[in-house]
């Protein structure tokens, strides 16, 4: 049973395959969080809780005299709020008569098979490969009746505890929330403990730092209604001296879109709390007598595994347990064109159709049609809302538009983005106020837009009905859904001034709600996420849509360090990846070919370029990358990913894809910075069996003579032992010429 409850001990103690978690009703029925970590017996583990006089600290009115029960030094799973205990909260509450206290003692506590459901918000649910249990703690301020109902599903194979809170207001008057985090992990000793996050820039996502826990609060956030480019929503806790194969792992991923905080504070006693949820910035939301608030879901993972386990565990449950999208597991999504950085706004129905003639001879399966196709868009300073075609540019509309390119033999893609508006368009002089803008005031603008108020419904069903026009009147069979600016100006024109602070979850709301309604009623559309790239990249946007444009930035080498920052996290199927020109339009750097493939291959894979400007050999390339893509498609989307460099000192970057069955893997290995004389390229692979005889592919030695400065050198070695490739490595021949690429496939024979 995953989840047990020994009511005479009063412990309740959640099982995975490799984990356990425990938690006590304990003194005052204050609840304690006991133990996370390696799976333990089911044994109360409350005698590891020491009570002492804490200066300082208070005690609960309730404990008498009893100078050593302080909720300051006590590891809880649902901190109090004014207390006694002063460190970083779950709760900020201000009750109707001005007190901001929340004093939650368990009430109630029952356990269901199923995963529990949020009505409103992004949500997992079991695979067929998994159960799952749910259990339900409700607290409650016996003062207020307001209720902190704790919800836990516990994955059991997949080694996932998601979390989440239901504030209920049971008592008569309005309350409001300030602050109300969806998850608190307390640790009682985190004296050697890193913090691992993703900070990054427009171009430059999710780049990985990791640092020591110090005396302080470290912050982790977004405050611009997105994930965010700048930081994203997935934490992790380490052992200082974790690595990619062992050590402990403590992973968080919320299922949140918007403005996230994740807090983490080492205490005066070397305790450790984190905390994660919505961001209390700009947020205070009034939930009504009888009302409940829900908070999304944490999900959280521990493994003794290292970075690597703790990544293969969140890549396996985004694979199965995130998104029902036939695309995720049973079709396969086709490789598509992008016409952003083939001709940005600069293109008309002609010039598509030409670029579908000559992508479908490469082999494309899709063109999708980005930017510039609706209202009057020659450039970013109009037309966003105008969700019908520019006639100037597709002159013969968009139905024929998408027959003829359909008579290529080409599916057709189509880009929008819903959330925003031009001044500059029809949408907008109908409905000035439609957009975010605080009374009196002028909004700031971004990319020359303005941000829709999604939290009102009526922009919603505009939103929707705008959408499933485009898709139910032509054969679209793909959706990039973008998003290109950080929120400011939240004010909604239609809530009272008391309310201004819910605008931003409730924007959040309507988005997850659209997106749903979008993703019910066109499940054969391919929904691709995008925010600048990949600013809003996170376990919420991936209930709806399998992939993610990763970046605005193409450039490979750039690309090498975003999707290995990225991989952490998230698996590769979900990371958007393209193919495009060289010099790269962000950075001007020139790079084969063949490299910009090898990259784009840790990715859904796909070109961005005019075909138009390609050399005969490039097309042939392009063919030939293609080849390999389809050949490896199930092994790449599905197979274990290994990290095998890091971003040290190295001059390069390999990293693996190996089957479950470990009858092959693919190896790929980009040169950042070729040197003369150089120190060969050692590569240890993962994966494999040890026992088994692996066999390098003809292909792969196609690919080693594009690179190779000895070319000749290669051929002579076929048969490998899985162990030698393991432990002893591949060593590559000397490589030659800018940022060289390889990518090897071994194939078990025996
Ligand atoms: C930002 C996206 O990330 C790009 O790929 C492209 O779609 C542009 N927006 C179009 O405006």
Known sequence: MAIIYDEKAKCITLHTKNSSYQMKIGNLDYLIHLYYGPRMPDSDLSWQIRQYDRGFSGNPYRSRHERTFSLDAQPQEFPTQQQGDFRIGSIDVMNADGSRCFNGLVKDVSISEGKYRLLTLPASFASDKDTVHSLRITLEDEYSHVQAILQYGVFEQADIITRSVTVKNGGRQPIHLHKIMSVCLDFLNGSDMDIVNFPGRYGQERQVERQPLTHHVHKIRSGRGISSHQQNPFVALTDRTVTEESGSCYGFSLMYSGSFLAEVELDQYDQVRLVMGINDRLFSYAV?????????????????????????????????????SRFVKDVKRPVLLNTWEAAFFDFDDVKLVEIARAAKKMGVEMIVMDDGWFGKRDDDNSGLGDWYVNEDKIKCGLKSLVEQVNAKGLKFGIW????????????????????????????????????????????????????????????????????????SDVYSAVLPASRQGEVLHRFMLGLYGLMERVTKDFPDVLIEGCSGGGARFDAGILCYSPQIWCSDDTDPIHRLSIQYGTSFGYPVSTVGAHVSASPNHQTGRTTPFNTRGVTAMAGTFGYELDPAKLSLEEKNMIREQLGIFREHYDLIQDGFYYRLTGLGEEPYMAWEFASEDRNEALLSVVVKDIQPNQTLINIRLKGLDPDGLYKLTEESKKYMVHNMMYPDIEARREYYKGDALMNAGYTFPMVFGDYPAMQLHFSRVD
């Open 288 to 324: 009504e007598a009888g009302e409940d608030f829900d908070t999304p879901a944490v999900l959280m993972t521990y493994t003794d595994s290292g970075l690597t386990g703790m990544s293969h565990i969140y890549h396996d449950f985004f694979r199965n347990n995130l998104n029902r």
């Open 416 to 487: 929008m983005e819903p959330e925003m508006v031009n001044e500059d368009s029809d949408l907008y002089r109908a409905h000035p106020d439609w957009a975010f803008a605080m009374p009196g005031r002028t909004p700031a603008r971004a990319r020359n837009q303005l941000v829709l108020d999604l939290s009102r419904q009526e922009v919603v069903d505009y939103l929707y009905g705008c959408i499933a026009k485009v898709l139910s009147e032509n054969n679209i069979e793909y959706l990039k859904w973008d998003m290109n600016r950080s929120l």
